[in-house]
C-alpha cells in the first residue's frame, strides 16, 4: 500500500491517502494535548506506543464481533485502516466516576457506578466537545436513532471485552471515549474508528488507584512516558 498526500492533522495524528481510495494510513504522533487543546506538551514516542496499543485492542474487540477500521500495522506510527466518514459524535462510557462526571456532580474519584454511564458529546474542539443528547444528535443529523443505538450497543459491548482484559493485566478501565463512522466501501457500515489508547481511557493500577494514563501529563504527575511504556507491555504481552 503506497502512501499519497497528507489528508488531515489532527491533536494526536496524521491521516494520509493511500493507492487505493477505500483504505487510509494513520500515523500517531508524539503530540499530547489537554483541555481542548489547551495545554500542549510532548509525550516520547507516544505515537509508537499508542499505535501498538490500539492495533492490540482493535484485534481484541473484533474479535469478540465489534467491527473497526483497523486493517494492519504497517510499522511503529502507522496502521492502515479502512476509510470512515466520521460521525461527529464522542461516545464517552464510565465504570468509575472520575474526572468531569466527578466535577458535574460534585462527587470525589473513584466511586464506582452501580451501571455504565454513556454520555454523547458533539465532536467540535471550538466548542470544547459539549454534552449532547440523542434529541440534538438526530435534529442537527449527525446521526440516526439507529445509528446511535448501535454506537451505544457497541459502547456497552467493547466495554465488557476490555474490562475483562484489562482486569486480567491488574488494571481497572475507569473510562473512555469511542468514536465511530460509516464505511462507504461496505455500504455505509458503521464502524469502530479513531483509536483506544491512553490518550483516551483512563486506566488505574488495580488496588493502589495509580494512573496508567494521559491524566499523568493534564495534571503534571510526571513518569508519562513510563506510564504509556507500561500500558504497551500490559496490552501487547
Known amino acids: 500500500m503506497e502512501r499519497r498526500g497528507q489528508l488531515y492533522e489532527g491533536k494526536a495524528k496524521i491521516v494520509y491517502a493511500t493507492d487505493?481510495?477505500?483504505y487510509y494510513i494513520q500515523y500517531f504522533k508524539d503530540d499530547a494535548t489537554?483541555?481542548?487543546a489547551?495545554?500542549?506538551g510532548t509525550i516520547v514516542s507516544k505515537g509508537i506506543f499508542n499505535n501498538h496499543i490500539s492495533s492490540k485492542l482493535f484485534q481484541v474487540v473484533e474479535k469478540e464481533g465489534v467491527p473497526t477500521h483497523f486493517v494492519k500495522t504497517l510499522s511503529d506510527r502507522e496502521m492502515l485502516v479502512q476509510k470512515l466518514d466520521i460521525i461527529k459524535v464522542e461516545v464517552v462510557l464510565r465504570n468509575v466516576v472520575a474526572g468531569n462526571l466527578a466535577k458535574r456532580m460534585g462527587v470525589d474519584e473513584g466511586r464506582r457506578l452501580p451501571h455504565p454511564i454513556i454520555d454523547l458529546h458533539l465532536k467540535n474542539d471550538a466548542l470544547d466537545d459539549p454534552m449532547i443528547n440523542e434529541d440534538t444528535i438526530s435534529a442537527f443529523?449527525?446521526?440516526t436513532r439507529e445509528e446511535l443505538a448501535q454506537m451505544r450497543a457497541y459502547a456497552l459491548k467493547v466495554n465488557q471485552i476490555l474490562q475483562?482484559?484489562?482486569?486480567?493485566?491488574?488494571?481497572?478501565l475507569v473510562d473512555f471515549k469511542l468514536e465511530f463512522g460509516r464505511c462507504p466501501s461496505q455500504?455505509?457500515?458503521?464502524?469502530l474508528g479513531d483509536e483506544i489508547t491512553?490518550?483516551?481511557c483512563r486506566l488505574w493500577e488495580k488496588g493502589t488507584g495509580r494512573k496508567l494514563d494521559k491524566d499523568r501529563f493534564r495534571r503534571d504527575l510526571g513518569q508519562v512516558e513510563e506510564a504509556y511504556a507500561e500500558v504497551e507491555r500490559l496490552v501487547t504481552r
Open 198 to 200: 491512553p490518550d483516551g
Open 187 to 191: 455500504g455505509g457500515r458503521l464502524l
Open 164 to 172: 475483562s482484559f484489562f482486569g486480567g493485566r491488574n488494571v481497572d
Open 34 to 36: 489537554a483541555f481542548n
Open 141 to 143: 443529523g449527525l446521526g
Open 38 to 40: 489547551k495545554k500542549r
Open 20 to 22: 487505493d481510495p477505500a
